[in-house]
T-cell receptor, first 115, second 116 residues
Framework: AQKVTQAQTEISVVEKEDVTLDCVYETRDTTYYLFWYKQPPSGELVFLIRRNSFDEQNEISGRYSWNFQKSTSSFNFTITASQVVDSAVYFCALRLIQGAQKLVFGQGTRLTINP | GAVVSQHPSRVICKSGTSVKIECRSLDFQATTMFWYRQFPKQSLMLMATSNEGSKATYEQGVEKDKFLINHASLTLSTLTVTSAHPEDSSFYIC????????????FGPGTRLTVT
């Protein structure tokens, strides 16, 4: 069975600080996708990134960057120069490439950016 | 593209009544739809997977007679909460995926159900 752990339940930082959200996953399968989603107060999930298990390259998109390390089964998410609009709950998720397409979500990290 | 809608966005019903939530893929055909439930300050938990034209597959612990899922067409799936109780109050989110490719899941905006 698959499992995703986000150990940080809540993080609070001051605007312009950098912040890293941790994600650790467990699976016996060698082929899988990893995701990050943002859930603002409105509730709608916003897709941020998908990574497949074959691609360990780090990715940067504006102020967002992701560090994928298979050796430690981690897929961490960093926001640089945080802004108040980044305040939300962030979910890491895993899905196997083969078989059932079920997404397994982590518990989520509530990020609060204070002005 | 790849828009999923849910209706209603918010519903309040009395205990013992049934309520139906619709999930529609607006600009693509969804071979598979998923229903999630999210309690306050908790993560999303998959309730069931539905494929068009066949019975839904429910996750362990989800009562299929209470949460009726119908996926009658490639663009519509419905979740009916029967004989609702206050403990069914939650945020229900659907997602839809297409055949082929990486099977990206597109999420609806969610439906907040309150049972009084």
């Amino acid at each position: 069975a698959q499992k995703v752990t986000q150990a940080q339940t809540e993080i609070s930082v001051v605007e312009k600080e950098d912040v890293t959200l941790d994600c650790v996953y467990e699976t016996r399968d060698t082929t899988y996708y990893l995701f990050w989603y943002k859930q603002p107060p409105s509730g709608e999930l916003v897709f941020l990134i998908r990574r497949n298990s074959f691609d360990e390259q780090n990715e940067i998109s504006g102020r967002y960057s992701w560090n994928f390390q298979k050796s430690t089964s981690s897929f961490n998410f960093t926001i640089t120069a945080s802004q108040v609009v980044d305040s939300a709950v962030y979910f890491c998720a895993l899905r196997l490439i083969q078989g059932a397409q079920k997404l397994v979500f982590g518990q989520g990290t509530r990020l609060t950016i204070n002005p | 593209g790849a828009v999923v809608s849910q209706h209603p966005s918010r519903v309040i019903c009395k205990s013992g009544t049934s309520v139906k939530i619709e999930c529609r893929s607006l600009d693509f055909q969804a071979t598979t739809m998923f229903w999630y439930r999210q309690f306050p300050k908790q993560s999303l938990m998959l309730m069931a997977t539905s494929n068009e034209g066949s019975k839904a597959t429910y996750e362990q612990g989800v009562e299929k007679d209470k949460f009726l899922i119908n996926h009658a067409s490639l663009t519509l799936s419905t979740l009916t909460v029967t004989s609702a109780h206050p403990e069914d109050s939650s945020f229900y989110i659907c997602s839809a995926t297409t055949a082929g490719g990486p099977h990206e899941q597109y999420f609806g905006p969610g439906t907040r159900l309150t049972v009084t």
